[in-house]
């Protein structure tokens, strides 16, 4: 049960009160509450509610708790975009940074903006901007609006920096395709600067995407011939490019911190060299601690980018373990800030997804615990929860509990081929589950459920109900006092 502050003259004196389900007079002044210092957004992409589900059994069992399970203010978010039932990462997080609807594939900006697809440039790649002028305008972003008020601003994610969710909070063009646009907005008083984060600009950015940073001479993907990298660092940001650099770097001593660790996207975290890349959790820390430099406060937003690639593939074990590496992100973030702030009165963090995928949960399937050395768990073949035996179709063939409505692995004819079927097969790293509609590799769909958000921290309690995921911009800005 929510409760909303109500203002009641009594006796010609003032007394507030708490009543269930009321709101504050248009007469009386709106209640005045202590802004949040520090704001961190989570955002797991294409992180479903099926996907949760699914990396709890696998990470601790059907009755084991996720920390995003355990944050104390829930609601449900729609995620349709301006011109689609199923969104794209773009106008979706894009709805969450500016509270603004807009079209697939465009990245911050006015809702009659037309996403036009980039065209080849001087090297043949398609990353020349064929926007046009007079095409829609510039939605203003909760990380703009951090930096204009004085507060430090920061980038971590685990996919290119330049992709769709992060390049939602820092930029604005009509195609989440035009990537080298998108890194140009990025370096402060460069041409293609996005002059609304302030002289400074991003306190920090990391995560992958290189090849946008970098000239094609040297590998890299500008036709420029501009070395964004070594722009970055003539305005005094310390650069790492492996872990070993990264370690190396203290947060509390660094003012800016860029770090670009693979040339694309990062690597899956079942997949990831401790060596060469930190973890997501790593990565979130140490941004915390550059940014916690100004007593003002921060913004922070960090993705767990690749939950979504690897649902796109269809392969379940990455996208589980992807989803724990982003909950272990999630879990280090809030023991950091109680450090400084025990009872987080002054520090709000909101954990959500920018959309669902197509996986599922099939059949009646015996409770299997988490995943583990021996036991596929939720990986596995479903099997009859009384009996224990594997179940089978029609076709007599066992199936896998975790399926997708959509993907790459759809059987043609009867699955009696897949007779032999079992969990040695189902629970490998980079087995692609069976799907019920046969797309092309990699081209698993999203889905257009509503998805989680979680909120803990200053201001947590008004994300309640089911709200659209433009209203969570407003909600956010209210409690941070941006």
Excluded: W
């Amino acid at each position: 049960m929510k409760f909303k502050p109500l203002y009641v003259a009594v006796l010609g004196a003032a007394l507030t009160l708490s009543v269930t389900g009321c709101g504050t007079s248009s007469n009386d002044p709106a209640p005045v509450a202590e802004a949040p210092k520090n704001v961190i957004f989570f955002l797991g992409d294409g992180m479903g509610m099926t996907t949760m589900t699914a990396a709890r059994i696998y990470s601790v069992g059907e009755d084991g708790e996720l920390t995003m399970d355990t944050l104390p203010e829930t609601a449900f978010v729609k995620t349709f975009s301006n011109d689609a039932q199923v969104t794209d990462s773009a106008p979706s997080m894009s709805a969450y940074m500016t509270g603004v609807k807009m079209n697939n594939e465009v990245i911050s900006m006015s809702p009659d903006t037309v996403a036009v697809d980039p065209v080849a440039d001087v090297n043949g790649n398609k990353l020349a901007n064929n926007c046009g002028t007079n095409n829609g305008t510039s939605a203003t972003t909760l990380l703009e609006l951090a930096k204009a008020k004085g507060l430090s601003a920061g980038v971590v994610t685990t996919t290119r920096v330049t992709h769709a969710t992060p390049a939602a909070t820092y930029s604005h063009i009509c195609h989440r395709d035009l990537e080298n646009d998108i890194a140009a907005a990025a370096v402060p008083g460069g041409a293609g600067y996005n002059t609304a984060l302030g002289t400074t600009g991003l306190d920090v950015l990391m995560g992958g995407g290189l090849q946008f940073f970098t000239p094609f001479k040297n590998g890299g993907k500008r036709a420029d011939g501009r070395d964004l990298v070594a722009e970055m660092k003539a305005k005094n940001y310390a650069y790492a490019s492996n872990a070993t650099e990264f370690n190396a770097i203290d947060g509390t001593k660094t003012d800016r911190l860029l770090g670009l660790f693979t040339s694309s996207h990062m690597s899956y975290d079942l997949d990831r060299d401790p060596a060469k890349e930190p973890s997501l959790a790593d990565m979130t820390t140490k941004a915390m601690d550059v940014l916690a430099k100004n007593s003002k406060g921060y913004f922070l937003m960090v993705e767990g980018g690749r939950i979504d690639h690897a649902l796109h593939e269809t392969t379940a074990k990455k996208a589980l373990q992807d989803t724990v590496a982003f909950d272990n992100a999630i879990k280090a973030a809030i023991a950091k800030a109680k450090i400084s702030d025990p009872d987080l009165k002054n520090t709000l963090i909101v954990v959500t997804a920018d959309h669902d995928h197509t996986l599922v949960l099939n059949g009646y399937a015996k409770r299997t615990g988490k995943t583990a050395s021996g036991n596929p768990g939720v990986l596995g073949v479903v099997k009859n929860y009384v009996t224990g035996a594997v179940e089978k179709d029609l076709d007599g063939a066992p199936y896998s509990i975790i399926g997708f409505g959509n993907g790459e692995n759809r059987t043609q004819g009867s699955r009696s081929s897949m007779i032999s079927l079992d969990e040695t097969t189902t629970s490998a790293n980079t087995y692609h589950q069976e799907a019920v509609v046969r797309v092309a590799a990699g081209s698993e769909t999203h889905g257009g459920t509503d998805v989680f958000l979680g909120a803990i921290g200053k201001g947590a309690d008004t994300f309640l109900g089911t709200i659209d995921n433009t209203k969570v911009f407003g909600l956010v800005k209210s409690a941070s006092g941006l």
